[in-house]
């Protein structure tokens, strides 16, 4: 089985992000920053925040929908507002997590809930933002065992990737919403773009699941891709607990799809 992580980043780098998506080939996909216009066609409208502009694909939802038509489709927004055109005229859009799961791979139970504030249908409200996650138990028939696999878009402090009390309860209602889909007894994977320093806090609250960083603890020195160009180059995670015989892992360099690396992993 093959889970693939990745921030889409509104699919700013779009042909490549689709033709990586459509080729690599995993299982389970965990996708975060994913658009979703209803009633828009597709193509391109922006994101404004004060001076800050980026592109989003207006229907991105779709078009990676179109990429993995072998796979079961998920979208959970975690909040409601609005893009604009090229003519500033503000288009209602939502924004949020998908997942996808191959049609191989029956999901026998998922549960999504936030971890952070709640749903916000009239804007794209204050600093840090409402954020989901999403858990995803499926039958995988090539080893006749089952697998948990969770994700996460943490939230983003405009203050830094450091511990706050927001991130700790962030982290406690993981946990919680992991258990209530985990039996505890099988194979749990737990990924995303956490909005995290290495050394967070989380990392030991997560701990109490049984899980371990991939990323860190196998030498990865950089989740962001040349796109990015802040300090503190790590950001995206993916966990594992020891029912995980890990076959492969990567942090993948090439080709750049967006400002985010996508995390591979293969498991037996």
Excluded at 132 to 148: L, M, P, Q
Aim: with cysteine.
């Amino acid at each position: 089985m093959r889970i693939l992580s990745l921030n889409v980043w509104g699919g700013r780098v779009h042909q490549p992000l689709i033709d990586y998506i459509s080729r690599v080939d995993a299982d389970i996909f965990c996708l975060q920053e994913v658009a979703l216009t209803p009633g828009w066609p597709h193509g391109w409208l922006t994101y404004r925040d004060g001076e800050l502009r980026l592109p989003q694909r207006s229907n991105l939802f779709g078009e990676l929908c179109a990429a993995l038509p072998g796979h079961q489709a998920r979208f959970y927004p975690a909040a409601r507002g609005p893009l604009h055109d090229d003519a500033g005229l503000a288009v209602w859009s939502q924004f949020g997590l998908a997942t996808f799961v191959r049609h191989g791979c029956p999901i026998v139970a998922e549960a999504m809930r936030f971890v952070h504030g709640a749903f916000s249908p009239d804007g794209w409200g204050p600093h840090p933002r409402a954020r989901n996650a999403h858990c995803v138990r499926v039958f995988d028939g090539a080893t006749g065992s089952h697998v948990t696999i969770a994700q996460m878009h943490g939230l983003r402090d405009p203050a830094g990737k450091g511990d706050t009390p927001e991130r700790e309860r962030q982290a406690d209602r993981l946990v919680d919403l992991i258990s209530s889909v985990w039996p505890g007894d099988e194979r749990l994977v737990v990924c995303g773009d956490f909005n995290l320093l290495p050394g967070s806090a989380t990392f030991a609250r997560l701990g109490v699941l049984g899980l371990v960083d991939l990323v860190t603890t196998r030498g990865h020195a950089d989740t962001r891709t040349s796109f990015y160009d802040k300090a503190g180059r790590f950001a995206d995670y993916m966990l594992v607990n020891d029912r995980v015989e890990v076959a492969a892992f990567d942090v993948v360099a090439v080709p750049e799809v967006s400002d985010h690396r996508p995390l591979l992993l293969e498991l037996r």
